[in-house]
């Protein structure tokens, strides 16, 4: 198991910016696929952005395409979303998860290991 704990969250206006961190420990950061997930208030948990072990590849959701960053740096167990253009239905909470499989998957009930979450707020 590899425990994370997401920072960076907080009160933006819209198009403004946001970098979410995650930071993993307990495991070899570099043997998982990671992805950044987010809810809002009664919807459910979706995919935002994922990249591969070694950061050589990335995937995004449509509606994050251009305005979302994944990215990683192996050395120090972390991984970032680089959010800009934020939107007020960008507005949820943020989560972080990770993937010891072969492949990079975008489905929450795929991943095992999650952060707390970080509460991102996007004001009109």
């Known amino acids: 198991q590899v425990q994370l704990v997401e920072s960076g969250g907080g009160l933006v206006q819209a198009g403004g910016s946001l970098r979410l961190s995650c930071a993993a420990a307990g495991r070899t950061f570099s043997n998982y696929n990671m992805g950044w997930f987010r809810q809002a208030p009664g919807k459910e948990r979706e995919f935002v952005a994922g990249?591969?072990?070694?950061?050589?590849?990335?995937y995004y959701a449509d509606s994050m395409k251009g305005r979302f960053t994944i990215s990683r740096d192996n050395a120090k167990n972390t991984v970032y979303l680089q959010m800009n253009s934020l939107k007020p239905e960008d507005t949820a909470v943020y989560y972080c998860?990770?993937?010891?499989?072969?492949?990079?998957?975008?489905?929450?009930?795929?991943?095992?290991?999650w952060g707390q979450g970080t509460q991102v707020t996007v004001s009109s």
């Open positions: 998860a990770a993937d010891a499989r072969r492949y990079l998957l975008t489905a929450a009930t795929q991943y095992e290991d």
């Open positions: 990249i591969t072990k070694s950061g050589a590849g990335t």
